[in-house]
């Protein structure tokens, strides 16, 4: 059985989610293609599927962030853990940004203490892929209670706030997924059985996109 060896900087060597739960606590405030370029991509001229193509816009973006398990533009998130690790707290959906991070942790007798890096309270490094927080020098992450959800981590993510911080391959794989999805509207093309096209997987495998550095 492979064990978790917390405190290290390398990535595990096997595919693994540390974290009980993660979510979105605030979305993106608009898309990383507009409507106009994916109607460029796609060849269209009129406005009638404007609203198709903008709803395939969104829908390729998700399936890129979520295959790459990254941000794309700023957005907030929250990684909760059951108790602290020995050393740094790995944070999902890459590239970790610059700004305001909260940790909540639950004591032993039900309150919380809550920290943050505008105090100076832990360390933390977003120029690092995933990003991470740890404790100060010479320090350790105060005890917690131990159950569930018993450390709340929020913070920031994503290259940018607009569509130009976006990388140019992740703009490129979005149309190239929004193009296939409105000439194949079915789940598969005839005669085959694959939703994706192979060319569109291999870019995305090698876009170094969500990848360790």
Same mark, same amino acid.
């Given at each position: ?20 739960? =993660? ?9 990383? &293609? ?9 060849? &269209? ?8 193509? +903008? ?11 979520? &295959?790459? %398990? ?59 892929? @995933? ?16 159950? %569930?959800? +018993? ?15 976006? @990388? ?21 093309? +005839?005669?085959? &059985? ?8 291999? =870019? =995305? ?9």
């Amino acid at each position: 059985m492979d064990t978790i060896v917390f405190g290290t900087p390398q990535p595990p060597t096997f595919r693994i989610t540390p974290y009980r739960s =993660l979510i979105r606590v605030t979305p993106p405030a608009s898309l990383p &293609v507009t409507l106009d370029e994916a109607k460029a991509q796609v060849r &269209v001229d009129t406005t009638a599927d404007d609203a198709y193509i +903008s709803a395939l816009i969104g829908m390729a973006t998700n399936y890129v962030e979520d &295959v790459l %398990e990254i941000s794309l533009l700023s957005q907030e998130w929250q990684a909760s853990y059951d108790l602290f690790p020995v050393w740094a707290i790995i944070l999902p959906r890459s590239p970790m940004a610059s700004g305001p991070v909260t940790v909540t942790y639950r004591l032993g007798d039900g309150t919380t203490q809550t920290l943050t890096n505008a105090n100076n309270d832990f360390q933390w490094d977003y120029n690092i892929v @995933p990003g991470r927080i740890y404790p100060n020098w010479a320090s350790t992450w105060p005890a917690t209670r131990g159950d %569930e959800n +018993s450390v709340v981590v929020r913070y920031p993510t994503g290259y940018g706030a607009t569509a130009a911080s976006v @990388p140019p391959q992740a703009k490129f794989l979005i149309l190239m997924l929004v193009a296939h999805l409105y000439e194949n509207r079915e789940p598969t093309a +005839s005669g085959t &059985v694959t939703s994706v096209p192979y060319t569109f997987d291999t =870019l =995305l495998a090698a876009s170094g996109l969500g990848v360790y550095r």
